[in-house]
């Protein structure tokens, strides 16, 4: 099994930045993708951003050009830098991994409270 702990959630002012680390540790050969998702109250659970074992990234388009993903294969942490942050990325953030299987695995979830 994965395991995948996140840190670096908390509270910002509007046009804050912060950054989240997502460190992978178990059951890790055959991880391809890692990512982030969120899921504010009463929505749905969405891709925020996703990074390939080769580099290759995908964004969704409310946070593109704010927002910038990122990973150390060596370390096997995936992160995500958040600028200009505004109140509605506020959400809980969970950090994903999906191998060569297609298995996912999930995080335990970090809080990002965005302020106006």
């Known amino acids: 099994q994965v395991q995948l702990v996140e840190s670096g959630g908390g509270l910002v002012q509007t046009g804050g930045s912060l950054r989240l680390s997502c460190a992978a540790s178990g059951s890790i050969v055959g991880i391809n993708v890692l990512g982030w998702y969120r899921q504010a109250p009463g929505k749905q659970r969405e891709l925020v951003a996703d990074?390939?074992?080769?580099?290759?990234?995908k964004y969704a388009d409310s946070i593109k050009g704010r927002f910038t993903i990122s990973r150390d294969n060596a370390k096997n942490t995936v992160y995500l830098q958040m600028n200009s942050l505004i109140p509605e990325d506020t959400a809980v953030y969970y950090c994903?991994?999906?191998?060569?299987?297609?298995?996912?695995?999930w995080g335990q979830g970090t809080q990002v409270t965005v302020s106006s």
């Open positions: 994903n991994s999906r191998d060569i299987w297609l298995r996912q695995a």
């Open positions: 990074i390939t074992r080769g580099g290759s990234t």
